[in-house]
């Protein structure tokens, strides 16, 4: 290997190794939910959010006042807090004279801002910032006179830490002379993102893609960056080899002067600038079979090629301006001029001192370094004073309200109060945090059963396995309500990966977790007669066309805009009643069946042998000039064996093709590596038509799975309803977000589908009495949707269904429209601004009706809250749970661990369901905490981008979170942020066995990224897992009195 | 004589470089009030002068007005205070109206025009120093997200500052744009003087939008301040409406 190849081959590990704190961003069309901070998930969550905090500029935890109005409703555990606080004392040296707890507590709970400043200049200048003695000063209401200038050469340190190390350069100019390169150099990213990425929006595209990111936009580059481009070419390029991406990142730092060691994380600070955008290259780099990545290829490494070489050329069109350059040149002027720096990087990052920002400015506008060097001194000497005052302030605020004196302090006691104050802000959110997850678990604690079922006279009218989706929650318990249903829960794909290939589509879709790839396919078909596309389609797609090009759609606003109009109209005032009228005018999807039986090897053999017939005769006119009729099924059959190599190129059949012994030879080469027709592309092809379907062995083995994951093996009703879920909305590019994320951000009828279409064969349910689940013949599998956006609950494949059955499918149907009345009535409140929690102030039908408004109105930008508020994550009996109302916050996935001696189910559950709950948990809290950072801030302002993501305004990094609307009610939280408190009901050794085998669950325990409860119910004890490692284990009951609630934190 | 009095005119209806007086009075002046009242008193000085001088001022002065007025609305967009932004816009603002005619009383009232809005201003200025510690640009302030009452005072002043329709010196613009003075005497075309004019008033209103754009748009820094009281927005309020109305009634006496 060569050096540069070495060299190159580190670049792409260093990369790799830099990108891994950012989140993988999947297309919208399945929107998957992900946790920000999924690359920090090796860290305890308290290390990874302040890590995150730093890398993505973000908030990590609500800010003081909303924890106080939690606190105010009771949503916080102020003995918990009271515990922490405790805890955090006894870690630390006393105070004489000062009682901590107290001072602590009132911190926390009547001071709704911090008192101690964390803020960057703060930390760039240590030696600026108020000390012990300019507070006490300040406090004896003067000056603190006897304070030491501000020792230039001490902010050195500092600020080299700040602006060198692995910020890159141009942020450090940015901040030191009010440059604008690091908002100039991400639009230009962006828009190079937006060119080479489109899947399709655009009209006109970039040029060249299949080159890859790097290459293609290096042609497109303009001139200046294409002659630094050349430059670096002719600089770095061996002979004969061409640019690479690797070369240009490589030289570029090495340019820049920017020490190797600190490659890995200037890597990551570039590539977290837009890590929207970076997310999606990671994920597209990374993706199997995904049509765009593989005919246009690019990855992290060459977005960093693009970055770097648009950051260099920025930089040197600024170098006339005398600003440093490089690394080294930053480096040298902050040794030279600190004074100047310091100045600088207080004016143009805005923290300077308002009352000299001009004098500031007029001196660093080019005045001599005397004038520099005294307006240091003024300066230093007027910012120490102002942060004395304000920290006095602050201080003495939180003093009146403990009731103490400052006065009586004493320097070693203040500087040491002053000491614990920013410590304790620093562990704040963690406090708060906890106190709201102990609450929560106090509220679950209390309302869980753990009385066994009592026995049924009779089986259920109905059995229906839902989603494990928090949306679940409430139809499932008022369809319990209204009448003899029995529910359960279970992941939404029903234990069943499946790849679509949906009817009149060419490509796969995934329906099952992002974590799962499936091995079967499944193809839908139609029955119906192929027709003619409906008019109004077709004029769809012309106008569709016309809009796209670039000078129809000045003529088509004249001659047809008013068409357009009306439909916008219709729309807008009658959308129940204009878009039920409009879809009527589309072709309607008729009636599909799913191909779900495995081919035999006779089958595929002859599907394939069928198409290479196809294209054989098709070959031999295209290139001999055959007609049709000559050539016949035993030439055909000559030529294959003989382009497969299982026969020798007989003279018959070269007679037979009227060409030259050469020419067939040539012909059958061709056929080999034109045509495909070899040996090699067979074997794939069988393989691929091996995906098709399921064995029977297969089938029973999910149906099976299915059945007991969720104790349904006995009992069975007459129906068992499979109901998938997806929502319905218009105009919403978040739609698939609200869908079913064990679906992959899909529907989950096709799921529901393949499973109840399984369970009713009549061979499946003989291998499965076999394994001792005896399914009646009386009981029917029937798929269903649950529409989350309206609670409609509806029936599919019904054609299938025995005419025994349709006798009950009247009550069947009304049960489900009162529970979804029921249920559209519960959340119609929180809809309409009532906050969580309201009574309804409608009636159902009412409600209901609203809620089938909001699916389509397509100005509605909050159809339903989706899993907003989700809390927790119950694996358990439908007992443990069913007399208490979740509000919606319930992951509910049935268990029943006597079915499961060997933990297998149990486990298969952690792995899947539970990490996917984890994801869509954590997704929720970030985008709560900081909705503009983790989240995608309003919806007002978003633009589909390449049609895989949105942008805010017309440029900005692809928004990955979730939408304000989403999370957000009037600015403040409506999803309040916690993590996953995960309940399992199992005996302890038996669900703790499960955690310890399941590696990413135990990870994800131990690093408290969900807080797990453990419910013994043949010892009626309640195990909690602390955070320091410990297991902590209490009688259930003792959950029930307020006063002898949960104190997980007492040391 | 007369000469004599109308350069010591122009320095109250302030010339370059005798315009450098004022605004340096301007900026050291910190007091709003004292700052409203300079704004208010100072070209009405000049105006009085004009009236002892009693004959029209020489052309020369009028194309001197002009190219001052031009000046200062250019060196307005490097601005990022303010109240330095208020001195050089009143400036800019009062050399106009040297070409606004020969009827003093009319000049008085086209330099009220001019005056009334920068003083509430003026005011505001005041406020946001009071609570800002200054009106810069490279503070960061983010006013709409941190006090958005502030940012809508501040946008409405700005405005009226640079003479939107329907605050007074709009009007006041467009009657000294069709004065018959201008050009007259001047040996320019009201072609020219009248796109000069108008090239002045773009450059306002360039200059103050990037003031807002630096102090009212962008992730305000966090920092623990109340917003405007609703007296106050009220008064505020109360005082664009009279500007306003008092621009409509203008328009009656000026066009």
Same mark, same amino acid.
């Not at chain 1, 350069?169 to 150099?185: F, N, P, Q, V």
């Not at chain 1, 990213?189 to 080479?196: E, Q, T």
């Not at chain 2, 001022?57 to 109240?83: M, Q």
């Given at each position: 290997m060569?050096?540069?190849q070495?060299?190159?081959?580190?670049?792409r590990?260093?990369?790799?190794?830099?990108g891994?704190?950012?989140?993988?961003?999947?297309?919208?069309?399945s929107?998957?939910?992900n946790?920000p901070?999924?690359?920090?998930?090796?860290?305890?969550?308290?290390e990874?959010?302040?890590r995150?905090?730093q890398?993505f500029h973000a908030?990590?935890?609500l800010?003081?006042?909303?924890y =106080?109005d939690?606190?105010?409703a009771?949503?916080?555990?102020?003995a918990?807090l009271?515990?922490?606080?405790?805890r955090f004392?006894a870690a630390?040296a006393?105070?004489?004279?000062?009682d901590?707890?107290?001072?602590?507590?009132?911190?926390?709970?009547r001071i709704?801002?911090?008192?101690?400043?964390r803020d960057?200049i703060?930390d760039?200048?240590a030696?600026?910032?108020?000390?012990?003695?300019g507070v006490?000063?300040?406090l004896a209401?003067?000056?603190?006179?006897?304070a030491?200038?501000?020792?230039?050469a001490s902010?050195?340190?500092?600020?080299?830490?700040?602006l060198l190390?692995d910020r890159?350069i141009?942020?450090? *100019?940015d901040?030191l002379?009010g440059t604008t390169?690091?908002?100039?150099?991400?639009?230009?990213v962006?828009r190079?993102?937006?060119d080479?990425?489109?899947?399709? =929006? +655009?009209?006109?595209?970039?040029p060249?893609?299949e $080159?890859g990111?790097f290459?293609?936009?290096?042609n497109?580059?303009? #001139?200046?960056?294409?002659?630094?481009l050349d430059?670096?070419?002719?600089?770095?390029?061996?002979?004969?080899?061409?640019?690479?991406a690797?070369?240009v990142?490589d030289h570029i730092m090495?340019?820049?002067?920017v020490p190797?060691?600190n490659?890995?994380g200037?890597?990551?600070?570039?590539?977290?600038?837009l890590?929207?955008?970076?997310?999606f290259?990671?994920?597209?780099?990374?993706?199997?079979?995904?049509?765009?990545?593989?005919?246009?290829?690019?990855d992290?490494?060459?977005?960093l090629?693009?970055?770097?070489?648009?950051?260099?050329?920025l930089l040197n069109?600024?170098?006339g301006?005398?600003l440093p350059a490089?690394?080294?040149?930053?480096?040298?002027?902050?040794?030279?001029?600190p004074k100047?720096v310091y100045?600088?990087?207080?004016?143009y990052?805005g923290?300077v001192?308002?009352?000299m920002?001009?004098?500031?400015?007029?001196?660093?506008?080019g005045r001599?370094?005397a004038?520099v060097d005294?307006?240091?001194d003024?300066?230093?000497?007027?910012?120490r004073?102002?942060?004395?005052h304000?920290?006095?302030?602050?201080?003495?605020?939180?003093?009146?309200?403990?009731?103490a004196?400052?006065?009586?302090?004493?320097?070693?006691?203040l +500087?040491?109060?002053?000491g614990?104050?920013t410590?304790?802000?620093q562990a704040?959110g963690?406090i708060?945090?906890?106190a709201?997850e102990d609450?929560?678990?106090?509220?679950l604690l209390?309302g869980?059963?753990?009385?066994?079922?009592p026995p049924?006279?009779?089986?259920?009218?109905?059995?229906?396995?839902?989603?494990?989706?928090?949306?679940?929650?409430?139809?499932?318990?008022?369809?319990e309500a209204?009448g003899d249903y029995?529910?359960f829960?279970?992941?939404?794909?029903?234990?069943?990966?499946?790849?679509?290939?949906?009817?009149?589509?060419?490509?796969e879709?995934?329906l099952c977790?992002?974590l799962?790839?499936?091995?079967?396919?499944v193809?839908?078909?139609s029955?119906a007669?192929?027709t003619?596309?409906?008019a109004v389609?077709?004029?769809?797609?012309?106008?569709?066309k016309?809009?796209?090009?670039?000078l129809?759609?000045?003529?088509t606003v004249?001659?047809?805009?008013?068409?357009?109009?009306?439909?916008?109209?219709?729309?807008?005032?009658?959308?129940q009643?204009?878009?039920?009228?409009r879809g =009527?005018?589309h072709?309607?999807k008729?009636?599909t069946?799913l191909?779900l039986?495995k081919?035999?090897r006779?089958q595929?053999d002859?599907i394939?042998r069928?198409?290479?017939?196809?294209?054989?005769?098709?070959?031999?006119?295209?290139?001999?000039?055959?007609?049709?009729e000559?050539v016949?099924?035993?030439?055909?059959?000559?030529?294959?064996?003989?382009a497969?190599?299982?026969?020798?190129?007989?003279?018959e059949?070269?007679g037979?093709?009227?060409?030259s012994?050469?020419r067939?030879?040539?012909?059958?080469?061709?056929?080999?590596d034109?045509y495909? *027709?070899?040996?090699?592309f067979?074997n794939?092809?069988m393989?691929e $038509?091996g995906?098709i379907?399921f064995s029977?062995?297969?089938?029973?083995?999910?149906?099976s799975?299915?059945?007991?994951?969720?104790g349904l093996?006995?009992d069975?009703?007459?129906f068992v309803?499979l109901?998938?879920?997806g929502?319905c909305?218009?105009?919403?590019?978040?739609e698939?977000a609200?869908?079913?994320?064990?679906?992959g951000?899909n529907?989950?009828?096709?799921n529901a589908r393949?499973?109840?279409?399984?369970?009713?064969?009549p061979?499946?349910r003989?291998?499965?009495a076999?394994?001792?689940?005896? *399914?009646?013949?009386?009981?029917?599998?029937l798929p269903?949707?649950?529409?989350?956006?309206?609670?409609?609950?509806?029936?599919?494949d019904?054609?299938? $269904?025995?005419?025994?059955h349709?006798v009950?499918?009247d009550?069947?149907r009304?049960g489900?429209?009162?529970?979804?009345?029921?249920?559209?009535?519960e959340r119609l409140?929180?809809?309409?601004g009532?906050?969580? #929690?309201e009574?309804a102030?409608v009636?159902p039908?009412?409600?209901?009706?609203?809620a089938?408004?909001n699916a389509?109105?397509?100005?509605?930008?909050?159809?339903e809250w989706?899993?907003?508020?989700?809390?927790?994550?119950i694996?358990g009996?439908?007992?443990?749970?069913?007399?208490?109302?979740?509000?919606g916050?319930?992951?509910?996935?049935?268990?029943?661990?006597?079915?499961?001696?060997?933990?297998?189910?149990l486990?298969?559950?952690?792995?899947?369901?539970?990490?996917?709950?984890?994801?869509?948990?954590?997704?929720?809290?970030?985008?709560?905490?900081d909705n503009e950072r983790?989240g995608?801030? +309003?919806?007002?302002?978003?633009?589909?981008?390449?049609?895989?993501?949105?942008m805010?305004?017309?440029?900005?990094d692809?928004?990955?979170?979730?939408?304000?609307?989403?999370?957000l009610?009037?600015?403040r939280?409506?999803?309040e942020p916690?993590?996953?408190?995960t309940?399992?009901?199992?005996?302890?050794?038996?669900?703790?066995?499960?955690i310890?085998?399941?590696a990413?669950v135990?990870?994800?325990?131990?690093n408290?990224?969900?807080? $797990?409860?453990?419910?013994?119910?043949?010892?009626a004890t309640?195990?909690l897992?602390?955070?320091d490692?410990?297991?902590?284990r209490?009688?259930?009951?003792e959950?029930?009195?307020?006063?002898l609630?949960?104190r997980?934190?007492?040391? | 004589?007369?000469t004599?009095?109308?350069?010591?005119?122009?320095l109250?209806?302030?010339l370059?470089?005798?315009?450098m007086a004022?605004?340096?009075?301007?900026?050291?002046?910190?007091?709003?009030?004292?700052?409203?009242v300079?704004l208010?008193?100072w070209p009405?000085?000049?105006?009085?002068?004009i009236?002892l001088?009693?004959?029209?001022?020489?052309? /020369?002065?009028?194309v001197?007005?002009? @190219?001052t007025?031009?000046?200062?609305?250019?060196?307005?967009?490097?601005?990022?205070d303010v109240?330095? /932004?208020?001195?050089f816009?009143?400036?800019?603002?009062?050399?106009? @109206?040297?070409?606004g005619?020969a009827v003093?009383?009319?000049l008085?009232l086209q330099?009220?025009?001019f005056?009334?809005p920068?003083?509430?201003l003026s005011?505001?200025t005041?406020?946001?120093?009071?609570?800002f510690?200054?009106a810069?640009?490279?503070?960061?302030l983010g006013l709409?997200? @941190?006090?958005?009452?502030y940012?809508l005072?501040?946008?409405?002043?700005?405005?009226?500052?640079?003479a939107?329709?329907v605050?007074?010196?709009?009007?006041?613009?467009?009657?000294t744009i069709?004065?018959?003075?201008?050009?007259?005497?001047?040996?320019?075309?009201?072609l020219v003087i009248?796109?000069?004019?108008?090239? @002045?008033?773009?450059?306002?209103? /360039?200059?103050?939008?990037?003031l807002l754009?630096?102090i009212?748009?962008?992730v305000?820094?966090?920092?623990?301040v109340?917003?405007?009281s609703?007296?106050?927005?009220r008064?505020y309020?109360i005082?664009?409406?009279?500007l306003?109305?008092a621009?409509?009634?203008l328009?009656?006496?000026l066009?």
């Amino acid at each position: 290997m060569s050096r540069t190849q070495g060299q190159h081959l580190r670049i792409r590990a260093m990369v790799y190794v830099a990108g891994e704190p950012v989140p993988l961003f999947w297309p919208m069309r399945s929107f998957i939910a992900n946790n920000p901070l999924h690359g920090l998930e090796h860290l305890p969550f308290a290390e990874a959010v302040e890590r995150g905090v730093q890398l993505f500029h973000a908030r990590g935890f609500l800010p003081r006042r909303t924890y =106080q109005d939690y606190l105010q409703a009771d949503a916080v555990d102020r003995a918990t807090l009271s515990a922490e606080i405790e805890r955090f004392v006894a870690a630390r040296a006393p105070l004489v004279g000062i009682d901590l707890p107290h001072w602590l507590m009132t911190l926390l709970t009547r001071i709704d801002a911090p008192v101690m400043r964390r803020d960057v200049i703060t930390d760039v200048a240590a030696d600026v910032a108020a000390d012990v003695n300019g507070v006490l000063a300040a406090l004896a209401g003067n000056a603190d006179r006897d304070a030491a200038p501000v020792d230039a050469a001490s902010l050195i340190p500092d600020l080299r830490n700040r602006l060198l190390g692995d910020r890159p350069i141009y942020e450090s *100019i940015d901040a030191l002379c009010g440059t604008t390169i690091t908002a100039e150099l991400n639009d230009l990213v962006i828009r190079a993102c937006l060119d080479f990425f489109d899947e399709g =929006q +655009s009209v006109w595209v970039m040029p060249d893609r299949e $080159l890859g990111f790097f290459r293609a936009w290096r042609n497109v580059a303009g #001139g200046p960056v294409r002659a630094l481009l050349d430059e670096i070419e002719a600089s770095e390029a061996r002979a004969g080899q061409a640019l690479s991406a690797e070369m240009v990142v490589d030289h570029i730092m090495r340019r820049l002067q920017v020490p190797e060691e600190n490659w890995i994380g200037y890597f990551t600070r570039e590539i977290a600038q837009l890590h929207g955008w970076a997310g999606f290259i990671r994920w597209r780099a990374s993706a199997r079979h995904y049509h765009w990545s593989e005919r246009y290829r690019g990855d992290l490494v060459d977005l960093l090629a693009v970055r770097l070489t648009l950051a260099l050329r920025l930089l040197n069109k600024r170098i006339g301006a005398g600003l440093p350059a490089t690394s080294g040149d930053l480096q040298v002027l902050i040794e030279d001029a600190p004074k100047l720096v310091y100045l600088r990087h207080e004016l143009y990052t805005g923290d300077v001192l308002p009352d000299m920002v001009q004098r500031v400015e007029s001196a660093l506008e080019g005045r001599g370094p005397a004038t520099v060097d005294a307006l240091f001194d003024d300066y230093t000497r007027a910012k120490r004073q102002v942060e004395a005052h304000a920290q006095r302030d602050r201080l003495h605020a939180l003093a009146v309200q403990v009731g103490a004196e400052l006065d009586a302090l004493d320097r070693d006691t203040l +500087s040491a109060l002053l000491g614990t104050l920013t410590e304790f802000e620093q562990a704040e959110g963690m406090i708060w945090l906890r106190a709201m997850e102990d609450r929560a678990m106090q509220s679950l604690l209390t309302g869980l059963s753990l009385a066994p079922a009592p026995p049924r006279e009779k089986r259920p009218f109905v059995q229906a396995a839902f989603c494990i989706d928090t949306r679940s929650e409430r139809i499932r318990r008022h369809l319990e309500a209204v009448g003899d249903y029995q529910t359960f829960g279970i992941a939404g794909f029903f234990g069943v990966p499946v790849s679509l290939i949906e009817l009149g589509k060419g490509s796969e879709t995934h329906l099952c977790p992002v974590l799962l790839t499936p091995k079967n396919v499944v193809l839908e078909m139609s029955s119906a007669v192929r027709t003619e596309q409906p008019a109004v389609t077709s004029l769809g797609h012309a106008m569709h066309k016309l809009k796209e090009s670039v000078l129809s759609p000045f003529v088509t606003v004249e001659a047809i805009g008013l068409l357009f109009g009306l439909d916008m109209i219709g729309k807008t005032v009658a959308p129940q009643l204009y878009n039920p009228w409009r879809g =009527q005018l589309h072709a309607q999807k008729s009636g599909t069946h799913l191909l779900l039986d495995k081919l035999s090897r006779e089958q595929a053999d002859s599907i394939l042998r069928a198409v290479q017939r196809a294209i054989i005769v098709e070959a031999a006119e295209q290139e001999l000039g055959m007609e049709p009729e000559d050539v016949n099924d035993s030439l055909v059959r000559a030529l294959r064996e003989a382009a497969l190599g299982h026969a020798e190129l007989a003279a018959e059949v070269i007679g037979a093709l009227g060409v030259s012994t050469a020419r067939a030879v040539r012909f059958i080469d061709r056929l080999r590596d034109n045509y495909r *027709i070899n040996a090699a592309f067979m074997n794939r092809q069988m393989e691929e $038509l091996g995906r098709i379907g399921f064995s029977t062995d297969e089938q029973v083995g999910f149906v099976s799975q299915a059945l007991s994951s969720i104790g349904l093996t006995r009992d069975f009703s007459r129906f068992v309803l499979l109901v998938g879920h997806g929502s319905c909305s218009e105009n919403n590019p978040y739609e698939s977000a609200l869908d079913c994320g064990a679906c992959g951000g899909n529907h989950g009828l096709v799921n529901a589908r393949v499973l109840a279409q399984m369970a009713n064969k009549p061979a499946v349910r003989r291998r499965l009495a076999e394994k001792g689940i005896v *399914i009646p013949e009386d009981s029917w599998f029937l798929p269903a949707m649950h529409n989350t956006t309206t609670d409609e609950v509806t029936l599919h494949d019904l054609e299938l $269904l025995p005419t025994s059955h349709l006798v009950y499918l009247d009550r069947l149907r009304t049960g489900l429209t009162s529970a979804a009345r029921l249920c559209a009535q519960e959340r119609l409140p929180s809809l309409q601004g009532g906050g969580a #929690g309201e009574t309804a102030s409608v009636d159902p039908a009412a409600a209901f009706r609203i809620a089938r408004r909001n699916a389509m109105d397509w100005s509605q930008v909050r159809p339903e809250w989706g899993l907003s508020r989700n809390a927790y994550f119950i694996v358990g009996r439908r007992d443990l749970t069913r007399d208490m109302g979740l509000d919606g916050r319930a992951f509910l996935h049935s268990y029943d661990y006597r079915v499961d001696p060997k933990r297998r189910l149990l486990e298969n559950i952690l792995t899947g369901p539970l990490v996917v709950g984890q994801w869509i948990n954590m997704q929720y809290y970030f985008s709560a905490v900081d909705n503009e950072r983790f989240g995608s801030g +309003s919806k007002v302002y978003h633009n589909v981008a390449g049609r895989f993501g949105v942008m805010t305004g017309n440029l900005s990094d692809l928004r990955t979170g979730l939408p304000a609307q989403t999370v957000l009610e009037n600015g403040r939280p409506f999803h309040e942020p916690m993590r996953l408190i995960t309940v399992i009901e199992a005996p302890f050794e038996h669900a703790r066995a499960a955690i310890e085998n399941v590696a990413s669950v135990k990870k994800l325990v131990r690093n408290g990224w969900v807080r $797990l409860l453990v419910i013994d119910p043949e010892t009626a004890t309640v195990c909690l897992y602390e955070e320091d490692g410990g297991w902590r284990r209490q009688p259930h009951g003792e959950f029930t009195d307020s006063d002898l609630s949960l104190r997980l934190c007492t040391a | 004589m007369s000469t004599a009095i109308y350069l010591l005119a122009a320095l109250f209806l302030p010339l370059f470089p005798l315009s450098m007086a004022f605004n340096q009075l301007a900026a050291r002046t910190r007091q709003p009030l004292v700052r409203a009242v300079l704004l208010l008193i100072w070209p009405q000085l000049g105006i009085g002068l004009i009236a002892l001088a009693a004959l029209p001022p020489p052309a /020369w002065f009028r194309v001197w007005a002009l @190219v001052t007025a031009a000046l200062y609305a250019y060196r307005a967009i490097a601005l990022r205070d303010v109240g330095l /932004w208020i001195g050089f816009i009143a400036t800019s603002a009062w050399s106009l @109206v040297w070409l606004g005619g020969a009827v003093p009383a009319e000049l008085a009232l086209q330099a009220l025009a001019f005056s009334a809005p920068l003083v509430l201003l003026s005011l505001l200025t005041g406020d946001l120093e009071r609570h800002f510690g200054a009106a810069h640009t490279r503070l960061q302030l983010g006013l709409a997200s @941190v006090a958005p009452r502030y940012a809508l005072a501040l946008v409405m002043a700005i405005l009226a500052a640079v003479a939107t329709p329907v605050f007074p010196n709009f009007f006041t613009i467009l009657a000294t744009i069709s004065s018959p003075v201008a050009g007259g005497d001047m040996g320019l075309s009201p072609l020219v003087i009248g796109s000069v004019v108008a090239l @002045v008033w773009l450059l306002w209103s /360039w200059s103050g939008i990037r003031l807002l754009q630096g102090i009212v748009v962008g992730v305000g820094r966090e920092r623990a301040v109340a917003d405007m009281s609703r007296a106050r927005a009220r008064a505020y309020a109360i005082g664009y409406l009279i500007l306003a109305g008092a621009g409509l009634e203008l328009a009656g006496v000026l066009l």
